[in-house]
């Protein structure tokens, strides 16, 4: 029998990305809970609809229907439109604990989102590296969603 030293192959990964949006926090966040929900997206314009559960202790999974699917974490804090925490698994079927947070600041007419996954476990390499394309195309969907929002409700103010 072969003996696999564990702790050499425990892995820390962490991700960041700031990125303004010229849309009001409240639409920012709504745009962000729809992302993580129905308007969820797997590889850009693939849908991979997600559904979300916006309070503490909430679920975040993907419903495959009959009783199907994948726990991706909890609510952990949510705090309407500045910040939402998620604990969990997320995509990573293996041994790992993960941390996502979505903060939002007001910056005159626009917001600053800024999106930080830290996660500690056996996490492949492949996966380390994959995780900042699949996030940056996260925020970027986030920003179609939130400008679409905003364009919406713009024009029926008019």
């Not at 699949?134 to 986030?142: F, L, P, Y």
Request: proline fraction near 7%; aromatic fraction near 6%; charged fraction near 25%.
């Amino acid at each position: 029998m072969n003996m696999i030293d564990v702790e050499s192959q425990i892995k820390t990964l962490e991700f960041t990305r700031e990125q303004r949006i010229e849309a009001p926090m409240e639409i920012v966040f709504e745009a962000v809970l729809d992302e993580m929900g129905p308007a969820s997206e797997g590889p850009p314009g693939t849908p991979m609809p997600m559904k979300l559960e916006a309070w503490p202790g909430g679920r975040w999974f993907r419903d495959l229907g009959n009783n199907a699917g994948h726990l991706w974490g909890h609510v952990q804090v949510i705090k309407p439109p500045a910040l939402l925490e998620i604990c969990g698994s997320m995509f990573m079927s293996y041994p790992a604990a993960n941390h996502l947070s979505y903060r939002l600041k007001a910056d005159g007419k626009s917001t600053v989102l800024t999106l930080t996954h830290r996660a500690i476990g056996l996490i492949p390499d492949e996966h380390i590296k994959g995780v900042r394309m699949g996030w940056n195309s996260k925020v970027e969907h986030i920003v179609q969603i939130a400008m679409k929002r905003n364009g919406s409700r713009a024009g029926s103010k008019e």
